[in-house]
């Protein structure tokens, strides 16, 4: 996440406009791979923001190897979304308005491992039950991707 921290110490806690992937990963029983993230303490899909020069699948590969470990041989588009929906604002302050393209991740390799200091825990959830302490952020892209009905 260099780029977003560089424009962070020129703008600093005000509102942007963030590109980026988040990527879906489904184990045979078909359960989710969620994130324990550090800076919320709450259940999210692994994801980040495009660097330079990076396109949206690009972005989704690296950040699945950064946060998980894995690499996948393709990468399925769902859906993207962007707007007003898309508004977060981060527990230690920063805003963003997220342009989000959400990928499924085929034919996973590797063990999930957290790599990064983003994530304290990786966990596959089945999603026909609620997930606790879920990021409200993850639940509405879910929701709205046709994954989960409600928690």
């Known amino acids: ?12 806690s005000r ?5 980026g992937s988040c990527v879906l990963v489904f184990n045979e029983q078909g359960h989710l791979l969620l994130q324990r993230r550090t800076n919320s303490l709450d259940w999210g ?17 690296r950040e699945l190897y950064e ?11 769902i859906t993207v ?10 527990p230690h302050g920063d805003e963003v308005y997220n342009v989000m393209a959400v990928y499924e991740a085929k034919g996973i390799m590797g063990t999930p491992t957290v ?3 983003e994530g304290l825990e990786l966990r ?28």
């Open 1 to 12: 996440m260099g780029y977003i921290m560089e424009l962070r110490k020129l703008v600093g």
């Open 15 to 19: 509102p942007l406009i963030m590109a």
């Open 45 to 61: 899909t692994l994801g980040g923001s495009l660097e330079p020069g990076e396109s949206l699948e690009e972005a989704a590969a």
């Open 67 to 77: 946060e998980a470990g894995l690499k996948a041989e393709a990468y399925r588009l």
């Open 81 to 90: 979304f962007s707007g007003p929906d898309m508004y977060y604002k981060y």
């Open 115 to 117: 790599m990064d200091d």
């Open 124 to 151: 596959y959830f089945d999603l026909n039950q609620p997930v606790p302490e879920i990021n409200p952020f993850t639940e509405y892209v879910l929701k709205k991707a046709g994954y989960i009905q409600s928690q």
